[in-house]
């Protein structure tokens, strides 16, 4: 995989932006979640026949 040494550094760098991401990700994991809820509350406002909302099903 790696050739070649890892500094200690570079491996901080590298937990670093892991550890970023992985909390990004969980935010928009979120946030992605909480806009769904919201659209199925919208869309269940809507006179709109449950049949043509596929994901309503």
């Known amino acids: 995989m790696l050739k070649g040494n ?3 550094a570079a491996m901080a ?3 670093e932006l ?3 991401l992985e909390n ?3 935010k928009m ?3 992605l979640t909480k806009l769904a809820e919201t659209l199925e ?3 269940n406002l809507l ?3 449950a049949r043509t909302r596929p ?3």
């Open 6 to 8: 890892v500094s200690d």
């Open 13 to 15: 760098d590298v937990h």
């Open 18 to 20: 892991t550890y970023t």
């Open 24 to 26: 990004a990700l969980g």
């Open 29 to 31: 994991n979120e946030e």
């Open 41 to 43: 509350r919208v869309m």
């Open 47 to 49: 006179p709109v026949p």
């Open 55 to 57: 994901w309503a099903a």
